[in-house]
């Protein structure tokens, strides 16, 4: 847990652009809410690698957000379930029901669906928030996290080293 | 822009989508295997083991050997084995999420067999229900209870009725006892005496004078005789239908106790109907077991042929079988099953003869499919059985009218070992035997009906070990080992969670006599010691009951003296005035 921490420090202290670490957030969050092996997932992994987010930041998020999104289950469901059953939505529904990718996909499983309905809404709203939230950090607490005995500790640990030599 | 995009990002991810590749080609055989015993586990509720599992790409097909399913109720058995079950996948519609399957092949198909260390259970089957522990052979009491503990315990229902019926004679013979002084007592009696000698003097020496006051004296006493007669006889009906309903009280007391005999000798002793259908005692608990265990089966099988889907306007709600919530599914353009295995083609090897058949359209949406399930297999020279048939038809096109059926016909089946009762009163099993089986059921998703005939030769019946207590298992034993064949049916009829079994079979008049010759004696001896036991609470009672009636009865004796001697006096009355010489 400690490690997880120092891991995410060091990438709000790091150089990387906040507009790149708030977009990996935002694409962590899609990735966890998603099925792992979908074909939105996989189409999220290639935006992440095509674009510069930041990898370290991506990585850490998708772990953390797919651990919230098993407590969410029955969240999904429900959203999922409402969704899929809309009259209203009814003929998307049944058109994209007859096409193989979105088949493949499982879009008409409630959970899946509930993921990625709550992907879609709270995407903007986490990379926006999460961009002020950076920046607010760097310009108020850095500083202060810079002394901190942890931050020490871990900047003077192999792995810094490691991460900074490739980084 | 170029400050937003790394193109070598591309490369990377190609890269990792093929490493997930490559991990799936390396690693589907274990993937696959696993995911067909945890779905396996899911459905049966026990360990399901693949000994190895083997996918093929191009085209995509899989191979699973060595398959052991793990029997719930026994983990330390295989309720099923099978060698090999190999499958081609239709690509395509595996890519739309169809599993669809045309044909099946599985071979070396095996039951019951032993597993070297136990499997794990997910879900306990249920405990054998209520119904099936009283179907379990009971014997009947070899040791009865002596007549004195009995009616310690007993309440006696003639003691009240002797009693309520003895308050009652008493108080009609008490009412009786009043009305009596209401008719001509002694004295009158004599007065009117008195008046008849009068008026018998008076005719022997009548003067003209007097022949007028002599005949309205003897019309006075015609008058007063025949109204105090005529309220006599009133008296004497009244009293003749009081003392008849009396009697029916006195008569009902009096039968009281045998009724409590009767009662209490049923319920403790041996009545006839404890031998009655002795088969249903005998065989009820086996078919009743191998009823409940097929239900059972059906009952973890069902996700495999009827889906409890929910419709939802244009849509159906599903439960899948392991993902997490649920599947909508939507109206497709050429419908087809989730899954479906259009055809399994199925093949025991025996030690001996052969045995195989086929199930044809398994799928949990006959509804989209728009056929049932069928099945049929058959088999010959089996080192169990001559020959045997099962044919079946599930169908739940429309699942609020589905239609279950099967048949099975055995032929020559060689019983060796089979219980019959597990009671520890008398265990029976039969040794030995030839049986003729044919079973014919239905299930309408409601009611069960079913029909069971079976035709054994060349028996041999084990009961009960040879330290059985008690006489009358000791006759059953001895009335079984002389049975050489019998025929029995079986009606089943009722819910699956409440069925009547109805065992007919010749044996039935055959153990009946050996229960009854020795529990006769017994029986016999039992009622006469409860008979005087009764008797001895009883008899004082209604002796004294049968004296109130008496004493009530005798009133009715002593109407007749009044009436009798009213009639006598009147007699002589009108005699008297008949001899009377007029004087003109």
Redesign the interface.
């Given at each position: 847990m400690l490690s997880l921490i120092a891991k995410f420090l060091k990438i709000l202290n790091s150089e990387a652009d906040p507009s790149q670490i708030s977009l990996a957030i935002g694409f962590a969050l899609a990735s966890g809410f998603l099925s792992f092996?979908s074909p939105l997932n996989?189409l999220v992994?290639?935006v992440?690698?095509?674009?510069?987010v930041n990898f370290s930041a991506y990585f850490l998020g998708a772990a953390f957000f797919s651990g919230i999104a098993y407590l969410l289950?029955p969240l999904?469901?429900s959203v999922?379930?409402a969704v899929?059953?809309s009259?209203a939505l009814?003929g998307l529904?049944?058109s994209l029901?007859?096409s193989?990718v979105w088949?493949?996909q499982?879009f008409?499983?409630?959970?899946?669906m509930?993921g990625i309905v709550l992907s879609l809404l709270l995407f903007l709203p986490l990379v926006l928030a999460s961009n002020v939230l950076v920046r607010k950090y760097r310009d108020h607490i850095l500083v202060w996290v810079r002394k901190t005995r942890l931050m020490q500790l871990f900047t003077a640990s192999k792995l810094y080293s490691l991460y900074e030599k490739l980084s | 822009m170029a400050k937003w995009i790394r193109w070598w990002g591309l490369i990377a991810f190609v890269g990792v989508v093929g490493i997930i590749l490559l991990f799936w080609f390396v690693f589907a055989d274990g993937l696959v295997r696993r995911a067909v015993e945890k779905t396996g586990a899911a459905l049966v509720g026990a360990e399901v083991d693949v000994k190895n599992a083997d996918v093929t790409f191009f085209p995509l097909g899989i191979a699973l050997s060595g398959i052991a399913v793990t029997d719930p109720a026994a983990p330390s058995s295989n309720s099923i084995e099978l060698a090999r079950v190999a499958f081609s996948l239709d690509i395509m519609n595996l890519l739309r999420r169809k599993v669809i399957i045309n044909e099946m092949s599985v071979t070396g198909v095996r039951f019951n067999t032993h597993r070297d260390k136990p499997g794990f259970v997910v879900r306990h089957p249920e405990t054998p229900s209520a119904r099936q522990q009283q179907s379990s052979l009971t014997l009947p009491a070899a040791d009865l209870p002596s007549a004195r503990e009995v009616l310690e315990k007993e309440q006696l229902g003639s003691l009240k009725l002797i009693d309520d019926a003895a308050a009652e004679v008493q108080k009609k013979r008490e009412a009786w006892q009043t009305r009596m002084k209401e008719l001509p007592d002694k004295s009158a009696i004599e007065a009117y005496r008195g008046r008849v000698e009068k008026l018998r003097a008076a005719s022997r020496s009548l003067r003209l004078s007097d022949a007028k006051t002599f005949l309205s004296d003897t019309k006075n006493l015609s008058g007063d005789l025949k109204k105090d007669l005529d309220a006599v006889k009133q008296t004497r009906s009244t009293f003749s239908s009081d003392y008849a309903s009396a009697r029916d009280i006195v008569d009902r007391a009096v039968r009281a106790p045998q009724e409590d005999l009767r009662r209490i000798r049923d319920k403790y002793g041996l009545s006839s109907t404890v031998l009655q259908n002795m088969s249903r005692t005998l065989f009820g608990g086996a078919v009743t077991s191998w009823i409940d265990s097929g239900f059972l089966w059906y009952g973890r099988l069902k996700p495999l042929f009827a889906a409890s889907g929910e419709k939802k306007g244009g849509s159906t709600v599903v439960k899948p079988l392991r993902a997490r919530g649920v599947d909508v599914r939507f109206r497709e353009e050429r419908p087809l099953p989730g899954l479906l295995v259009a055809v399994v083609k199925a093949s025991v090897q025996p030690s001996s003869g052969t045995f195989s058949g086929e199930i044809r359209n398994i799928t949990p949406e006959q509804d989209v499919l728009g056929a049932p399930l069928t099945f049929s297999f058959a088999g010959s020279g089996l080192e169990e059985t001559e020959s045997v048939k099962i044919s079946g038809m599930l169908d739940h096109i429309r699942p609020a009218s589905s239609t279950d059926r099967v048949s099975v016909s055995l032929s020559g089946y060689r019983a060796s070992g089979l219980p019959l009762s597990g009671s520890s009163d008398l265990p029976v099993t039969l040794q030995d035997g030839l049986i003729d089986v044919s079973v014919k059921g239905q299930y309408d998703g409601k009611r069960i009906s079913a029909h069971i005939a079976a035709l054994a030769h060349s028996v041999r019946f084990q009961a009960g070990s040879q330290g059985s207590p008690g006489g009358f298992a000791g006759a059953i034993r001895s009335a079984l080992e002389k049975v050489s064949s019998f025929s029995l049916t079986a009606d089943i009829a009722g819910t699956p969670e409440k069925y009547d079994v109805k065992v007919t079979s010749d044996l039935d008049r055959v153990l009946k006599e050996a229960a009854g010759r020795v529990l006769g004696d017994k029986a016999a001896a039992f009622e006469k010691e409860l008979a005087s036991a009764i008797q001895a609470r009883t008899g004082d009672k209604l002796k004294s009951l049968q004296d109130s009636l008496g004493n009530m009865g005798s009133l009715g004796g002593k109407i007749d003296g009044v009436q009798e001697q009213l009639n006598s006096l009147l007699r002589d009355a009108t005699s008297a005035s008949g001899k009377t010489k007029l004087p003109f």
């Open positions: 092996f996989l992994l290639l992440v690698f095509l674009l510069r289950d999904f469901h999922g379930l899929l059953t009259p009814e529904w049944t029901y007859s193989t088949r493949l499982r008409n499983n409630s959970v899946v509930g | -």
